[in-house]
C-alpha cells in the first residue's frame, strides 16, 4: 500500500449500514435532511436556535470573531442560565419531574421542576450568605444525589462560577484543581455510595485543603448521615445552610460572555486543561443538541449514565435537559450493583425512552454476556447513544442488537469538553447509521480532515480532524492560561496571516465514500510500523470482531527494525481462556481482517485495561510499559493496581 508519510492510512472497511427506521421518520420533529442545509448559514442557524432559550435582553451581534481564536457568541446579550433551565417551566409545568433519583440502595426521590427551582434558590441563597458573589469560583466535589445538580445551578442563579472535580478523584487531584480556579467555596456530601461501599468525600476534601488556602467555607451534603468531622467556623452542613432560607431567589443577571464554569479534561493525553465555558452560546449548543440528537419529546424519560463530574454530566444530565424541559433519571451507583443487571432494571423500572452511555460500558456489558439484558423489559427505548472514545464496529453492533434490539437508531456522539457540545453525529430519524461512525457533523458545525500540511484529504482518506467555523458552545479559553489555548488548538492548522483558523482537536480521522467521520483516535497514538501510518483504533476493532474478545488496547512501541511494532493488550469475554492458541489465532484473525502488516508483534492478556476515572483506555501509560520508562502523569489513573499487573506480564513475555 502506497503512503504518503502525509495522512493516517484507512485498513478497516465497515459495510453495513442501518437507514433510520420509518416509524421515527413519520414521528420525529426533526425528519428531513434539509436541516444540513440550514446549518451551512451557521450564525443564521445558531440565532435561530436561540430562540430555545430565554433571554433578558437581545444580543446586538450574533458572532463577534474579530479577535479570534475568542470568540464572543450573542454579544451584548444578557441572561440566567437558570431562568431557562428552571423558571419558565416551573411557571408552566410545575409538577413535570426534571429527576427520578434513583439511590444506589435503590432509595428514590423525585424533583420536580417547582420543588427543583425552590432547592435551587434556597442553596443559592445559602452560598450567599456565605460572601459568594458574581464571578467567585465554587469548588464541587460530590456523589449523583440530587445535591448536586442543584449545586451546580444554585452558583449559576447568582452569577458564581462552578468548577466541579469528580467525586472519584484523589485529595491531591482535588486540590490542584482548587489551587487553578482559586476556589473560595467547596460543596461537598459527608459521603457517598459506590458499589455498596462508602467513600470518604469530606475526609478526602479536609485533606485537599491542607494544601488549598483558597476556600473559606465548606457545605456539606449529608448523604449517608454518618458523622464526619465539621470545622468550626469554615464547614456548615447542606440543611443547616439551607433551613432559614427563602425558596425564591432573584437570578443574578449575567452577560452572554460571562464564565459559567470551569471543568478540567479526562487528561487521558497529560496534564488535565482547565476548560472554560460562558452562558449564552453554551445554553443555546447544549439545549439544541440534545433536543436534535434525542429527538426529544415532552413525555420522554431521558437517561445520561454519565457523572456530572464530567462534561457528558453537565451538558446532557444538568444544562441540556433541564432547558428542554426535560425528564432525567440521576443514578447515584454502578452498573452492577446490587447485580450486573441494574441499568436494565433502571431502564424497565422508569421506561427510559433515551439511554446515552459510553463505549467502556458497552464492553464491559459485552464481557458479562446478555443473560443480564435479557433478563429485562426494555422496550420503551426509542434511541441509544454513546460518548466518550471511538467505538468498535462490534461494540456498536452489539449495543444495537442486544440493549435496542435491532429497533433503536444509535447515535454515537464525537465531541469534548472543550466542544462543549456534540459536534459529529447522527440526527436520529434523518441520518443513516454505520457500526463505529460517529456519522457526520450536526447541522451549523464544520469540520475537515487534514493532511501535514493542512490540505483537505480527499474522501476516502485519514488524517487530522479539525472544526473549521466558530460555534456557540466552544471552550473560550484555558483557565488563566490562554497561551496554552492558542498554542493547543488553534496554532497548528490555523493561519492567521491568511485569516484562516481552524481548531485542531487532537484527534485522527478518516472519511469514507460517503463522506462520513470514522474517528481514529489520538493524533499522538497514532503509530508507524515500516512507514505506515496505522491507527491504533483500526488493529483494535480488529481484535474486537474475534468472539473471544471483549476489549483491545493497542500501542506502538520502539523497535529496531520496523520503526515501532504493534503490542495489543486484550480482554477477553467471560469464560474465554487467554493461551498461547488464541494468541496465534488473534494474531492471524488482524492480518485477514485488515493486512499483515497490521499483526500485533506481542498480545497479552489482562483482566482490565488502564483507564481515566472517566472510563478512557490510556494508551500513554501502555506504551511506558511497553518501553520501560517511568510512567506519565497518572493523576488521572482510576486503576493503579492493573498498571502493575501489566507490567508485570509484559515483563515476562519478553
Ligand atoms: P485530555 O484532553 O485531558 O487528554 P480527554 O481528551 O479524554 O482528556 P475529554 O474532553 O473528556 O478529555 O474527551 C474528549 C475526547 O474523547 C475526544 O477528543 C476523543 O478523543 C474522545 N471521544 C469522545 N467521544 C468520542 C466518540 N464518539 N468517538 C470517538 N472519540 C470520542
Ligand atoms: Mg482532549
Redesign the pocket.
Known amino acids: 500500500m502506497a503512503n504518503d508519510g502525509a495522512t493516517i492510512e484507512a485498513l478497516f472497511s465497515e459495510g453495513r449500514k442501518f437507514e433510520p427506521p420509518s416509524h421515527l421518520k413519520e414521528t420525529a420533529a426533526i425528519n428531513s435532511a434539509d436541516i444540513y442545509r440550514q446549518g451551512e448559514d451557521y450564525e443564521r442557524y445558531w440565532a435561530e436556535q436561540a430562540e430555545r432559550i430565554r433571554w433578558r435582553r437581545r444580543w446586538d451581534k450574533v458572532l463577534d470573531w474579530s479577535n479570534p481564536p475568542f470568540a464572543r457568541w450573542f454579544d451584548g446579550a444578557t441572561l440566567n442560565v437558570t431562568e431557562s433551565c428552571l423558571d419558565r417551566h416551573a411557571a408552566t409545568t410545575p409538577d413535570k419531574v426534571a429527576y427520578y433519583f434513583e439511590g444506589e440502595e435503590g432509595d428514590t426521590r423525585t424533583l420536580t421542576y417547582a420543588a427543583l427551582l425552590g432547592e435551587v434558590c434556597k442553596l443559592a441563597n445559602g452560598l450567599s450568605s456565605l460572601g459568594v458573589t458574581k464571578g467567585d469560583r465554587v469548588a464541587i466535589y460530590m456523589g449523583m444525589v440530587p445535591e448536586f445538580p442543584v449545586a451546580l445551578l444554585a452558583c449559576a442563579r447568582i452569577g458564581a462560577v462552578h468548577s466541579v472535580v469528580f467525586g472519584g478523584f484523589s485529595p491531591e487531584a482535588l486540590a490542584d484543581r482548587i489551587n487553578d480556579a482559586q476556589a473560595k467555596v467547596l460543596i461537598t456530601c459527608d459521603q457517598s455510595r459506590r458499589k455498596g461501599q462508602l467513600v470518604e468525600l469530606k475526609a478526602f476534601a479536609d485533606r485537599a485543603l491542607e494544601s488549598a488556602p483558597s476556600v473559606e467555607h465548606v457545605v456539606v451534603v449529608e448523604r449517608t448521615g454518618n458523622a464526619v468531622a465539621l470545622k468550626p467556623e469554615r464547614d456548615i452542613t447542606y440543611a443547616a445552610l439551607t433551613a432559614d432560607q427563602p425558596s425564591t431567589r432573584e437570578a443574578t443577571e449575567t452577560s452572554s460572555e460571562d464564565p459559567l464554569y470551569i471543568l478540567?479534561?479526562?487528561?487521558?493525553?497529560?496534564?488535565?486543561?482547565g476548560?472554560l465555558h460562558t452562558t449564552g452560546g453554551y445554553l443555546v449548543g447544549v439545549a439544541t443538541t440534545h433536543a436534535e440528537v434525542f429527538d426529544l419529546r415532552s413525555d420522554d424519560v431521558y437517561w445520561c449514565t454519565a457523572d456530572i463530574g464530567?462534561?457528558?454530566g453537565h451538558s446532557y444530565i444538568v444544562y441540556g435537559p433541564l432547558a428542554n424541559g426535560a425528564t432525567s433519571v440521576l443514578y447515584e451507583g454502578v452498573p452492577d450493583y446490587p447485580d450486573k443487571d441494574r441499568y436494565w432494571s433502571i431502564i424497565e423500572k422508569y421506561k427510559v425512552t433515551q439511554l446515552y452511555t459510553a463505549?467502556t460500558s458497552i464492553r464491559t456489558f459485552m464481557k458479562w454476556g446478555t443473560e443480564f439484558p435479557d433478563r429485562h423489559d426494555m422496550s420503551s427505548l426509542r434511541i441509544i447513544g454513546?460518548?466518550?472514545?471511538?467505538?468498535n464496529p462490534e461494540a456498536w453492533m452489539w449495543y444495537r442488537r442486544v440493549i435496542g434490539h435491532d429497533r433503536c437508531p444509535v447515535v454515537?456522539?464525537?465531541?469534548?469538553?472543550?466542544?462543549g457540545n456534540m459536534m459529529?453525529?447522527p440526527l436520529p430519524a434523518v441520518t443513516a447509521t454505520k457500526p463505529g461512525s460517529?456519522t457526520i457533523p450536526l447541522p451549523g458545525i464544520g469540520a475537515d480532515i487534514v493532511n501535514d500540511d493542512g490540505d483537505s484529504v480527499p474522501l476516502g482518506g485519514g488524517g487530522y480532524l479539525v472544526l473549521t467555523h466558530p460555534w456557540p458552545a466552544m471552550a473560550r479559553t484555558i483557565f488563566g492560561d490562554p497561551d496554552r489555548f492558542v498554542e493547543t488548538y488553534w496554532t497548528r492548522f490555523s493561519d492567521p496571516g491568511a485569516g484562516v483558523w481552524r481548531y485542531f482537536?487532537?484527534?485522527g480521522a478518516k472519511r469514507d465514500e460517503d463522506g462520513y467521520y470514522w474517528?481514529l483516535?489520538?493524533v499522538d497514538d497514532v503509530m508507524n510500523v515500516s512507514g505506515h501510518r496505522i491507527s491504533t483504533l483500526e488493529v483494535e476493532s480488529a481484535l474486537v470482531d474475534h468472539p473471544a474478545v471483549a476489549e483491545a488496547a493497542v500501542i506502538g512501541r520502539n523497535d529496531p527494525i520496523t520503526g515501532q511494532a504493534i503490542a495489543a493488550f486484550v480482554t477477553l469475554r467471560s469464560g474465554v481462556e487467554g493461551n498461547e492458541t488464541l494468541l496465534l489465532e488473534l494474531r492471524d484473525h488482524v492480518a485477514d481482517k485488515i493486512g499483515k502488516i497490521a499483526r500485533p508483534a506481542s498480545i497479552v492478556f489482562t483482566d482490565e485495561l488502564p483507564k481515566?476515572r472517566?472510563g478512557?483506555i490510556m494508551r500513554r501509560l501502555l506504551r511506558d510499559i511497553s518501553e520501560q520508562r517511568k510512567l506519565g502523569d497518572v493523576t488521572?489513573l482510576a486503576n493503579a493496581d492493573v498498571v502493575q499487573e501489566i507490567a508485570n506480564r509484559a515483563q515476562s513475555m519478553r
Do not use: F, H, M, N
Not at 478540567?264 to 486543561?273: A, E, L, Q, V, W
Not at 454513546?386 to 467505538?391: F, H, L, W, Y
Not at 454515537?412 to 466542544?419: G, L, R, S
Open positions: 478540567y479534561t479526562s487528561g487521558t493525553t497529560g496534564r488535565p486543561k476548560i464530567w462534561v457528558t463505549p454513546t460518548v466518550g472514545e471511538p467505538i454515537d456522539t464525537w465531541w469534548q469538553t472543550e466542544t459529529i453525529s460517529a482537536a487532537g484527534d474517528l483516535g489520538r481515566t472517566s478512557k488521572t
